[in-house]
């Protein structure tokens, strides 16, 4: 992708009066006695999904409605994950193409203002951005939002943690694929393992109960599954297995997949009382403990067991694309519109109304989206 040519597929603002009126919807496994079982818990417990307004420009045309939002707020990162950024780096765009402040904020009161009830803060690195917690202090005082959380890879938490909190940050998640430092330093291509844990250890302390995102990768870190579930043992700390992801330039391939099923059998191996937990209606987690741990597991299973029927998220890219599927490659430009001349904010919504409806019932599925072209994750935002 060069710094100037569009993501296939994306709508500018200029668009967006033929959008707004333009709908598309597209439609669309055997599991083991433990996993049935599991599963079924997990459905019998989760609670109804509240009815909300068909009128609403958040709710698609499946009647899922959206009230959670991931902006990404810069396209830099201060490491080069293997499965997130390929090893050359990406092409970078220039600031003048980037959000401001301001027109992120002014997005996101719009999306709070049509229903968005949650705002998590990603990249790239959210904290690169240097001023990551006034954008949190701002986000916080917008009268209807409830949770202003942050994805970070955490090599900054003992600084900015602190600010971060007093300005109101509700949440955290941090990315932790190795509980080895020379392991973390081959899969991130730099140094600073001993920071993160620093880092997650302060958020415990601040009264956090800290996310922790493992990517599981065969011949690479699936030797430290259980490592991580005895890293729940102590710390009262979410640690969420997520299947390794198809997206351009980090080479995915199916070999190198680790499914939830076969996570959940190498656990149980070791913790036979390895059980599950209830979860909410749009939880994209399915929610596991070890009795008597302080912490609990969690696995995302975006390849093997879709969760596309609840899905209630929508990403914001740094550049201001809107984006109503992680592995969908149909964004629509909100930065064009709003920077458009005489442009109206009921314009914007409507913009924003056109793009949920054309979201689709599901994903393609992992082996059609190991071929298509999609941004790499750095640039789309975590």
């Given amino acids: 992708m060069s710094m100037t040519t ?72 201060n490491l080069r994950c293997e499965y997130c950024m390929p090893a050359e780096g990406v ?16 997005l996101a009161r719009i999306f709070v203002e049509q229903g968005v009830r949650k705002i998590r803060l990603t990249g790239g690195e959210p904290t690169v951005r240097r001023d990551i917690v ?5 986000l916080k005082a917008l009268p209807q ?24 940050l509700d949440s955290l998640n941090i990315s932790l694929d190795t509980l080895r430092k020379e392991r973390f330093e081959q899969i991130t291509r730099r140094k600073g393992w001993e920071r993160v844990i620093a880092g997650i250890d302060l958020a ?20 430290e599954i259980c490592d991580f579930v005895e890293f729940t043992r102590e710390r009262p700390v979410d640690v969420r297995f997520i299947e390794y992801m198809p997206f351009s330039g980090n080479k995915w391939q199916t070999e190198r997949l680790i499914s939830f099923k076969e996570t959940v059998q190498i656990i149980r191996q070791r913790w036979p009382e390895f059980q599950a937990l209830a979860n909410g209606p749009n939880d994209t987690s399915k929610a596991y403990a070890v009795p008597g741990f302080a912490g609990q597991l969690g696995f995302i299973t975006s390849m093997t067991e879709h969760f596309c029927g609840t899905c209630n998220r929508l990403r914001l890219t740094a550049d201001g694309n809107i984006k109503v599927c992680l592995f969908g490659n149909k964004e629509f430009s909100l930065r064009d519109a709003m920077r458009s001349e005489g442009s109206t904010e009921q314009q914007l919504v409507e913009l924003i109304g056109a793009a949920v409806q054309r979201k689709k019932r599901q994903h393609a599925g992992m082996l059609n989206l190991s071929q298509m072209e999609n941004r790499p994750m750095i640039l789309i935002g975590g």
């Avoid at 083991?32 to 417990?45: G, Y």
């Avoid at 942050?150 to 600084?159: A, D, F, K, Q, W």
């Avoid at 956090?208 to 990517?215: Q, T």
Wanted: proline share 7%.
């Fill in 204 to 223: 415990i302390q601040l009264g956090y109960r800290p996310k922790v995102n493992c990517v599981l990768m065969r011949n690479f870190n699936e030797d």
């Fill in 134 to 138: 006034d954008i949190v202090a701002h």
């Fill in 6 to 77: 569009p993501i296939a597929g994306m709508a500018t603002g200029s668009q967006f009066h033929k959008l707004a009126t333009a709908t598309k919807a597209a439609a669309a496994t055997s599991a083991q006695p433990d996993i049935e079982n599991d599963n079924r818990i997990m459905a019998a417990t989760r609670p109804a999904q509240r009815q909300l307004p068909r009128a609403s420009p958040l709710t698609d045309t499946f009647g899922r409605h959206h009230t959670y939002l991931r902006i990404s707020l810069t396209e830099r990162c």
């Fill in 145 to 168: 939002l409830e949770n202003v959380g942050i994805t970070t890879n955490g090599l900054v938490l003992t600084r900015l943690l602190l600010p971060l909190q007093r300005a109101g």
């Fill in 91 to 106: 092409p970078l765009q220039p600031k003048s193409q980037l959000l401001t402040t301001e027109e992120v904020l002014r």
